[in-house]
């Protein structure tokens, strides 16, 4: 059943591409920082002695020029394959730092929320009564209040924020949609037979909902994830954008953020301002594929492929 | 669909324009109004000049007027609605008013509205001179032209802070208002200056020429009939206006000035490095209460290890000198005073091998081979430096020296807290190190300086203090010397003291001045002609809030239009170079300006995104 | 009809005890945040400080946070229901309310056609993919990759080409600081100058959301039982498409609503981009400002939207689809 699921994925071309894109971009994240000279915030490490010193490099290059480094020992020349910003800071380097810390909050956050939305989802839909009554006031409140104006608040309690805590913050406010969709799920698969007889049979909730209606519902859930993982990203960089991101490290939101306060726009300076978007937006588009690729396996009746 | 599409549309604009309230169809003649920028960042809705620091920029300038203003060009007081002020005696000091002054509803303006003034701030605690009452005993109407100011305690170098900050509010409106504190009097302001209050909206605020002003026949008549003063939320923004000539005098901190400036033709005041006139001291306030940070030596080796060239070409693009050790700025008003022998003697130059040495033999090693130093009992020692998350060059500025102190090794992690974090470790003293602006700049007295950086009335730690000295120094012959300054008339003996206090600091290194923050000034030549430059130096060119009396004003006193009629292709043709107009701009010294004291207003920053660069 | 009565009811109540709880949260969230609202306020006095101190205590009583946390919840209540949001902190002594009803305008006037009109043409162009294979494997990357883009990034990579490359429209405002609001033509065009970047960039984004919707439940329709079955008895395509196209506006109709709940926030990154003087910026300052009231005045405008707007869907529900039981079901 599973490899012949793995099968009809491998076939499909949505799913095919999605996994390229996204793939790329992990593999990316991995070994990226290992063609990079610089640290994540895109100075250079010189060594004096036992201490390491950052410098930084000739501001404003665009893609591909050498940059130079003024060291104790001398000048280096070094490569900027996305260029400089105006701090002489590397892009490549805060380019594939910023890209790890928004796989990072993808993951984290994106798995936070769907693992709180599964849970209450599976609890309210599955229990019904008043369990379900309040757990759906609790999400219908939340769902209400605006996500991004909730974040932002919540974002300015924590006054040092680091990736971890910006991930959490998302996961914790983006489970509602995820919690009504499988409560729903967990509504049409409780009528099913198995389920029924499980019941009979004598199995215990838990046992009940881990045992058979998990099964039936992993592929939604692995879609759901997905679809969270991509909103994560899109809800830290917002985040990031607006000044209540990371207060320290990097991130694509960080980089799009200083671009746009120093001008980059206006002075042309486009590698500044373009790539960390662009790669977002084909990184989530690359999400977006592999979940309708995946959509078209699980039901057979929405493939255009054969 | 485009029914519908354009009934949409019809709608909106249509409840847009009932919501604003406008009626008239108007276009402000381009030629005649003056677009700037660079000292509103929110939305103008209080002209109160009882609470400058709340006020919209020009509430005191263009609407209200003081009786000095202060040019720091010359380190001059100059009257303003004064004919004349001395002291008389050692404890009052008469001002004598201008014949002919009148408000803006064309009732005279006599010392009674001086007197009120005062008198005012003596039943409202939050009135912005109301601490004058404390050493103020009595305000007296001579006769109609003459005020006398009877002190209980003269304060000499205050006083003339106060001279040239405190703006006259006509008596017959503000008697019988109930709450003067909370009044944000935007209905028909009426003032004694030259612009009238016009209109307001979320983007900008509207001054209209007082075509009636009292000192048309004194100053002439400034030459923009509108001033629009816009809010422009980012930087970015301001410099594409700026490049294509729609915002006409901008006191913006703009990255990337140096780079298009010549390209397109933008005024700046010095042609090449640092572009700007400097405008206040950026200090790092090290915590004296802290181990090792009370250590004066230790200071000292700090302020050996920092490199303030590599700032301001790191973090500023040069657009800043780097200070010096007195952190005294570069205007006459501190030259006359500074001690260019003691700053020798006592001084310090950026040297890593001397701060080495100095931390070496305090006792400070690398004990444990991290590279870092550790106290002398070999516990570990680890500092944050803090600015405001977002404030990017000054965010850029920890980093370097963050880098710096490694160098010799002392760990330093910078550190961005959001702006209310930075404000309370600030003032309540919880923090190692952090960089702050706020009551540094240029003063007509250094006193005023000098009190804000060693402020006397530090609170203890913990407990949130609300003037400078943010690392607690204190230093009891600081706060006698402060007292003596401000209570002494003779100058020499005041400038023995002053001598005392640089070389308190330059030896007990209470904070280390970075850099001279710039009075940012970028002009654009396509509509506005006979900017002051540094070859053409009439004026101290900003518009901050409690800035138009320091120079502001003689700006607007002081610009042409470049024609009466333009066309768009004549943007480019207009250079800075206008040699014709500039021989008469050079007598236009008929009015002063004073900084001011609440001009941290400006700074006032806390957008993150936005401005993080609204540094006065 | 008892049942539908029934289920108003309880959804009356649902919402009722919802706007509790979110007032109730609204008006807590802001005063525990870190920081002192009035020492921030007081942060521009920082040169003169027997005043600032003075001040301190005089706003502080002014905007009666001396009083004990459940005095300042009820006094917020009754003043709440009286229509008074209180003085804002950071644009003092503006009110709450006046502040908003001035940023209002140009939320609508960004919002509603961007969001009406990218549903529109949306849902077209989703409906078009959605029975057009060709055509859809041309169209669904775009999509996929419009919906993908931050809104903001989407709005710089606009105001870099169209904005600062060709020159065409300004980047920044509501309109041109030289011009005086009023019904002239005159002024429209100035506005919709200004208008066209911001809409645009919120348009196009959101239209790859509601195309990509579209498509998929045209699809999804177009396989279903009863397409099947209707094409088996011979029926015309055309038909089918037809059938297809009134079950897939269900989902995308309650979206459109919800969509329109969520306008006073939905637009804040990209009225940062353009500096457009909307509710966003307003809300951004307060939070930056710890301005509670103002805070509490933009979120209980949204939290009204959006009740409003999950209502009206709600009616929607129970006269389109009678079979309604449990809920509305959301859809993203």
Known sequence: ??????????????????????????????????????????????????????????????????????????????????????????????????????????????????????????????????????????????????????LIIIAA?????????????????????????????????????????????????????????????????FMVFILQFGGAILAAVGLDFIGL????????????????????????????AIPPGLVIALLITGLYFINTGLDEVFNPRLRREE | MKKLLGAIIALVVFANVLSSGYVSAEELPRDETLYVGGGLWSQPNNFNPLTPWAAVTGTIGLLYETMFLYDPLNDKLEPWLAESGQWVSDNTYEVKLKE?????????????????????????????????????????????????????????????????????????????????????????????????????????????????????????????????????????????????????????????????????????????????LPANTAFLFLNTQKEPLNNPDFRRALAYAINPDEIAARAFQNQVLPAKPSGLLPVPVFEKIKAKDLEEKYG??????????????????????????????????KFEIIVPYGWTDWMEMIRIISEQLASVGIRAEPKFPDYSKYWEDLTKGTFDMAINNFGSQVYATPWQWFNWVLYPDVTPVGEPSY??????????????????????????????????????????????????????????????????????????????????????????????????????????????????????TTTSSGEGGGICGPAALVGLAVVPLLLRKRKR | MSGIKRYLTRK?????????????????????????????????????????????????????????????YISFWNALLHGDLGISIYYYPKPVAEIIKSALPYDIALLVPSIVLSWIVGNWLGALAGKNRKLDSYLMPVFYFLTASPYFWFAIVLAYLLGVKLDLFPVSGAYSYGIIPSLSWAFIKDFLHHWTLPFLSLFLVQLGGWAIGMRNMIIYEIEADYAHYLEALGSSERLILKHAFRNAMLPQVTGLALQLGLIVAGALTTEIVFSYPGIGYVLMQGILNQDYFLIQGCFLMIILNVLVANFLIDLLYVVIDPRVKYSYTGGE
Request: no cysteine; glycine share 8%.
């Open chain 2, 100 to 276: 002919g002054l009148k408000w803006q509803d064309g009732k005279p303006l006599t010392a009674e509205d001086v007197k009120f003034t005062f008198d005012i701030a003596k039943e409202n605690g939050g009135v912005g001179w109301a601490p004058i009452w404390d050493w103020l005993s009595e305000v007296k109407v001579v006769d109609d032209r003459t005020v006398q100011f009877i002190f209980s305690q003269p304060h000499y170098e205050e006083w003339t802070y106060w001279l040239y900050n405190i703006p006259i509010v006509p008596k017959h409106v503000w008697e019988s208002i109930e709450d003067p504190i909370s009044y944000a009097n935007t209905d028909n302001p009426v003032g004694s200056g030259m612009y009238k209050l016009y209109k307001t909206d979320e983007m900008r605020a509207i001054w209209i020429r007082n075509d009636d002003w009292w000192g048309t026949k004194v100053f002439g008549k400034p030459a923009p009939k509108y001033i629009v003063y816009v809010i422009v939320y980012s930087n970015n923004v301001a410099l594409s206006m700026l490049v294509k000539g729609d915002l006409d005098w901008s006191n913006f901190f703009i990255p990337g000035v140096p780079d298009v400036k010549s390209t397109y033709n933008i005024v700046t005041w010095y042609d090449d490095k640092p572009y700007h």
């Open chain 1, 157 to 221: 309690y924590v006054t040092y924020r680091g990736v971890l805590i910006e991930s959490i913050i998302i996961g914790l406010t983006a489970w509602p949609w995820t919690a009504r969709a499988v409560r729903a799920q967990t509504l049409s698969l409780k009528e099913r037979e198995f389920v029924a007889l499980a019941k009979i049979a004598g199995m215990r909730d838990l046992a009940i909902i881990f045992g058979e209606i998990m099964p039936n519902m992993v592929s939604y859930v």
């Open chain 2, 467 to 584: 003037s400078g000295n943010w690392g607690r120094y204190k230093n009891d012959r600081v706060i006698e010397l402060l007292e003596l300054i401000n209570t002494e008339k003779d100058e020499n003996k005041k400038l023995q003291y002053y001598r005392e206090l640089q070389e308190i600091m330059l030896k007990e290194v209470p904070a280390i001045p970075i850099v001279y923050n710039g009075a940012w000034f970028e002009a654009s030549p396509a509509h506005w002609t006979n900017w002051p430059t540094e070859k053409n130096p009439y004026a101290y060119p900003i518009s901050w809030n409690n800035y138009w009396q320091m120079g502001g004003l003689k700006v607007l006193l002081g610009i042409k239009p470049v024609k009466s009629t333009t066309s768009p292709a004549e943007t480019g043709t207009a250079t800075t170079s206008q040699p014709a107009e500039t021989s008469q």
């Open chain 3, 12 to 72: 009356i109540v649902i919402y009722i005890l919802t706007f509790f709880f979110a007032v109730t949260i609204d008006w807590a969230i802001p005063r525990f945040m870190p920081g002192d609202p009035v020492a921030v306020l007081l942060s521009r006095f920082a040169t003169l400080p027997n005043v600032a101190e003075h001040l301190h205590s005089y706003f502080i009583q002014a905007f009666g946070l001396d009083k004990p946390l459940w005095e300042q």
């Open chain 2, 348 to 381: 310090w130059k950026y040297d890593p091998e001397k701060a080495i040495q100095i931390l070496d033999s305090l006792g400070f090693k690398d004990v444990n081979g991290d590279g870092y130093r550790e106290f002398p009992d070999g516990s570990p020692m």
């Open chain 1, 245 to 272: 991101g990371p207060t320290r490290g990097i991130s694509l939101g960080i980089i799009l953020q200083n671009a746009v306060l120093w001008n980059a726009i206006q002075l042309g300076y486009w590698w500044w």
């Open chain 1, 1 to 150: 059943m599973k490899g012949n699921t793995l099968r009809i994925a491998l076939k499909n071309n949505k799913f095919k591409i999605g996994v390229a894109i996204v793939g790329f971009f992990i593999i990316f994240a991995l070994i990226g920082p290992m063609f990079s000279k610089f640290d994540p915030l895109g100075y250079y490490v010189i060594k004096i002695g036992e201490r390491s010193a950052t410098k930084a490099s000739i501001a404003n290059l665009p893609p591909g020029e050498m940059g130079e480094i003024f060291t104790p020992q001398g000048v280096i020349k070094v490569k900027h394959y996305l260029g400089t910003d105006s701090f002489g800071r590397d892009l490549y380097s805060q380019l594939v730092h910023g890209l790890r810390s928004s796989l990072f909050v993808g993951l984290v956050g994106g798995g936070l929320a769907t693992l709180i939305g599964l849970l209450i989802g599976f609890v309210a839909g599955y229990k019904g009564g008043w369990v379900d009554e309040i757990l759906m006031m609790l999400t219908n409140i939340l769902l209400v209040i605006p996500t991004l104006a909730l």
